[in-house]
Nanobody, 115 residues
Framework: QVQVVESGGGLVQAGGSLRLSCVVSGITDRINIYGWYRQAPGKERETVARISMRGSTDYRESVKGRFTIARDNAKNTVYLQMNSLKPEDTAVYYC?????????WGQGTQVTVSS
């Protein structure tokens, strides 16, 4: 059974930084892609950033230059460093991992950016 656990959310002022972490446990030998998604109240879940097994990354346009995704394969962990945070970044952030052909989601961590 796969478990996906996020941490690192919180309340921060605009312009501040947070680092989210996501640890995957269980069947991890076929992890392909890690991703961070977010969902603000009343809005659909959206992709924030993804990183492949080879380290290729992609970001949604609004976070480019501010957010950085990174993975530690030895620890089955993915990080999201968020700098220059804006109030519009406020959302619940979810970690997603693709293992084989299956997707697994964490429970989410709240990020709130005050103006």
């Amino acid at each position: 059974q796969v478990q996906v656990v996020e941490s690192g959310g919180g309340l921060v002022q605009a312009g501040g930084s947070l680092r989210l972490s996501c640890v995957v446990s269980g069947i991890t030998d076929r992890i392909n892609i890690y991703g961070w998604y977010r969902q603000a109240p009343g809005k659909e879940r959206e992709t924030v950033a993804r990183i492949s097994m080879r380290g290729s990354t992609d970001y949604r346009e609004s976070v480019k230059g501010r957010f950085t995704i990174a993975r530690d394969n030895a620890k089955n962990t993915v990080y999201l460093q968020m700098n220059s945070l804006k109030p519009e970044d406020t959302a619940v952030y979810y970690c997603n991992v693709v293992i084989g052909l299956d997707e697994h989601w964490g429970q989410g961590t709240q990020v709130t950016v005050s103006s």
